[in-house]
């Protein structure tokens, strides 16, 4: 079937693997659709670029695929796998579709067991610039890709070959990176010896023209380049200085090809200026702003592919000289009040060791503050010993409680005992603090100007560092005091302070002073009527799709509307206004009933779309709505208490009674004094294929015309007669940019975030498309999308 399979759906999509594939696929212009057990920032981005994902595994999620591909933890008695399996759709796990992925492509697969994300990445970077538009997929953002997976259209697919459940054997590649091979993985590798054999077959796979290119300085790498030049193969190694591969008898038998010789430290950029040497000759110079040695050795191998390549050497070092780095790969978050906060995805004693080693050269004059979240307990315990050793280089640490990823909660084995197993070692202060909140207001009352904290996991812990340099730009201008009836009916799920681009589809978004998130219509009314009563500012959030987020974020409380819960009729459907329009439409196919296929992939939520009478391929909400459940404020306020139960104040109104006209209605013209609880929706059965055939066709337009990408969707309202995204593009204002906002030129009323676009970077782009389209034909566009929060001080 290969990767044009029509309908390719993921189980897991939410992890770093299977979201990159997603997007590639995506690009190839596949159906795309996937699930995941929770909401995260990965999966809302994914809505947000037209992938229909949905929170909870269920078997209806498989309609309509043709291919599925789920995550190393999804188990065989996961719902959706025995679906398929009952309906005999393919499953597969990411090992056994990159061959299908990778098919007809040459492949520079980058393996090991530290450095391969950022490796890969240079080499993406550095085969970009060098204009052959590789493939590639990467196990973090691109700081400047701005993304972790392309399907390009040049002949090379660059990417991260994963050791864990033995991934990277689904690869056969041309050119094979290995940048050390040290034991991790316990739960999937229990000894040294099963990973060293795991790498050995990856080599094997390496087509018989393929070459090998491995880190000398590493011990475990260069046991791995021995046995493969003993199997025949083509093999060479890259590293600092003039480390040897000896025979047993001592004398040299093989010399590293490509050597990076004449570090010198350059304290304004951060990393290392040097020399890279092929068979001792002079070939480049590089200066990287990255730091560490490390990094000299990812970029020599960035180098050593170049070259294997036939592409020019200066051309490469000077994207390199470029090269700012992946996301949680030592990213620094921000500087607040002279406190610089850096994150960084380290989560192996090697990594911690070379990481710290970096910022301790980069900011001698600090005192280093390091936060460790450790990662699995088949890990920590098995490398207990070494990790004890690894933080000389922090003057403080700190230790979270462990993040159990895939694992259970082992209860005999604690952060506490790591935090004792450093402290053992000689550290004069290491803490263990707990939750990850306590975390944070333990380092607001303790950094100090002049101090560096790097945030240390490869799991949830970097909220802290978005936290720390949120309450240290003291942007927390609303507080609730403990007595306040939101937080004695909810407790500690009110949060403080919470960056909102990982709730918005645009990725954008300060913070929000004070946050909750509502489960059901009852919370929702809960929550609306205590707010209503104490006068307290709100906002409600679904999937935030059409919504622009100050920068300075929004002050008040954000309701995130999580109330999903869908009920189906003969011809009805009941659904709370938190559930996604697209979950609503697949799960009406399943149950064969039609009249909401125009809403397949429309990625916001069912309370928004009944305000704005959301619509697509002649659908639309004034079409689908038979009543919604209403919440009104002036019937809280008059009822008197905020102790009634406030779902019983809620109205029905009858579709007629929203006043609907193209993308609005009565409720959006008078904001803040009602909410959508839930509706009932009109369907009428019809057989399943004669549906998910209709989907099928608007999920396709759909994806032919509406690009990929961090975007709100259409930014203006269509004018009388006219399109917006026509009068956009007769401007010539395609493809023209503000930062890292861009108007697609793809779709001309999409503006994309290219990575780390701001609020005033997609403000400025949309007034300056408002004037251009004004003065050439007298039109001024109206928004589609809403601007919430703190403007006062914007441009």
């Known amino acids: 079937m290969g990767i044009m399979a029509n309908h390719i759906h993921f189980i897991g999509i939410g992890g770093s693997g299977l979201s990159a594939i997603a997007r590639l696929l995506l690009e190839n212009g596949c159906i795309v659709s996937g699930s995941d057990r929770q909401k995260s920032p990965v999966t809302e981005a994914l809505q947000g670029e037209g992938i229909d994902v949905m929170i909870g595994h269920r078997a209806e999620n498989i309609l309509g695929a043709d291919l599925i591909v789920r995550s190393s933890a999804v188990t065989e008695q996961n719902p959706e796998v025995q679906a398929a399996y009952q309906a005999g759709i393919p499953v597969y796990k990411r090992a056994d579709f990159l061959k299908t992925l990778t098919e007809g492509k040459t492949v520079v697969a980058i393996a090991g067991t530290h450095g391969k994300t950022t490796t890969t990445a240079m080499v993406a970077w550095t085969l970009s610039v060098l204009n052959q538009d590789p493939s590639f997929i990467i196990g973090g953002i691109s700081a400047n890709l701005g993304t972790n997976a392309k399907a390009g259209t040049g002949s090379l697919f660059v990417i991260e070959a994963d050791e864990y459940d033995r991934m990277f054997l689904g690869l056969d590649s041309t050119i094979s990176v290995v940048t050390n091979v040290e034991h991790d993985h316990p739960d999937c590798y229990p000894t040294p010896n099963d990973y060293l054999q795991a790498f050995l077959e990856f080599v094997k796979r390496q087509i018989p023209e393929g070459v090998l290119l491995v880190c000398g300085d590493d011990p475990g790498a260069l046991h791995l380049l021995a046995d493969t030049l003993k199997m025949g193969k083509n093999a060479i190694s890259y590293g600092i200085g003039d480390h040897l591969l000896l025979d047993t008898t001592g004398e040299p038998e093989f010399q590293h090809t490509y050597q990076a010789q004449n570090l010198v430290f350059d304290a304004k950029r951060g990393g290392y200026c040097f020399d890279v040497m092929r068979d001792q000759k002079w070939m480049a110079s590089v200066n990287l702003q990255v730091p560490g040695e490390h990094n000299v050795r990812n970029a020599m191998a960035a180098m050593a592919v170049a070259d294997i390549l036939h592409l020019p050497l200066d051309k490469a070092a000077q994207a390199l000289n470029e090269f700012r780095g992946s996301s949680r790969r030592f990213e620094i978050c921000g500087t607040v009040s002279g406190i610089t906060v850096i994150d960084d995805y380290a989560h192996h004693p090697t990594e911690i060791r070379a990481t710290l080693a970096a910022a301790r050269q980069r900011y001698m004059r600090g005192e280093i503050w390091a936060v460790w979240q450790p990662h699995t307990y088949s890990r920590t315990q098995t490398l207990f010993e070494h990790f004890g050793k690894a933080f000389k280089d922090a003057d403080h640490v700190l230790v979270t409680d462990i993040y159990a990823a895939r694992e259970p909660i082992q209860p005999d084995f604690s952060a506490r005992m790591l935090a004792a197993g450093i402290k053992q070692n000689g550290h004069p202060d290491v803490q263990y603090i707990g939750s990850l909140d306590q975390n944070v207001q333990f380092l607001l009352q303790h950094l100090k100007p002049g101090d560096v904290l790097l945030v240390l996991s490869a799991g949830d812990a970097d909220k802290i560092s978005s936290e720390v340099l949120d309450g240290l730009r003291g942007s927390r201008r609303w507080v609730l005091h403990s007595d306040h009836p939101l937080i004695e009916a909810f407790g500690e799920r009110v949060q403080f302070n919470i960056p909102l681009a990982r709730y918005t589809s645009a990725r954008i978004g300060g913070p929000a002073d004070i946050l909750l998130t509502v489960q059901s219509a009852y919370e929702l009314a ?47 459907i009941l659904a709370e206004s938190g559930a996604s329009l697209g979950m609503i439409a697949r799960q009406a196919a399943a149950h064969g009933l039609s009249g909401l296929e125009w809403a397949a992939g429309i990625p916001g939520t069912l309370g928004g779309a009944v305000i704005g009478n959301a619509g697509a391929h002649d659908g639309d909400m004034a079409g689908s709505l038979l009543m919604a459940e209403i919440l009104q404020q002036d019937m809280v306020i008059r009822s008197g208490t905020i102790k009634a139960d406030a779902l019983s104040l809620s109205e029905t109104w009858e579709m007629k009674r929203l006043e609907y006209s193209y993308r609005s209605s009565v409720l959006k ?54 399109y917006a995204g026509r009068l956009i593009e007769s401007c010539g204002l395609k493809g023209v940019r503000v930062g890292n906002a861009e108007i697609s030129p793809i779709h001309a009323n999409f503006f994309i975030n290219h990575g780390n676009a701001t609020a005033n970077d997609f403000w400025a782009l949309i007034k300056r498309t408002q004037c251009t389209v004004a003065e050439k034909f007298g039109i001024r566009l109206v928004l589609e999308i809403e601007r919430i929060g703190d403007w006062q001080n914007a441009a």
């Open 526 to 572: 809960q929550a609306a009527a205590i707010l209503w009563q104490s006068q307290t500012r709100f906002v409600i959030l679904g999937s935030a799709s059409n919504v622009l987020v100050s920068d300075a974020g929004v002050r008040g409380v954000v309701i995130i509307n999580q109330a999903e819960k869908i009920q189906f009729g003969l011809d009805f």
């Open 669 to 722: 013209e008078n904001p803040g004094r009602a909410i959508v609880l839930a509706t009932r929706l009109r369907v009428q059965a019809r057989p399943v294929e004669e549906i998910q055939t209709k989907m099928d066709g608007f999920l396709a337009q759909r994806k032919r015309t509406q690009p990929p990408g961090a975007s709100m969707g259409s930014i203006f309202k269509n004018p009388d007669g006219d």
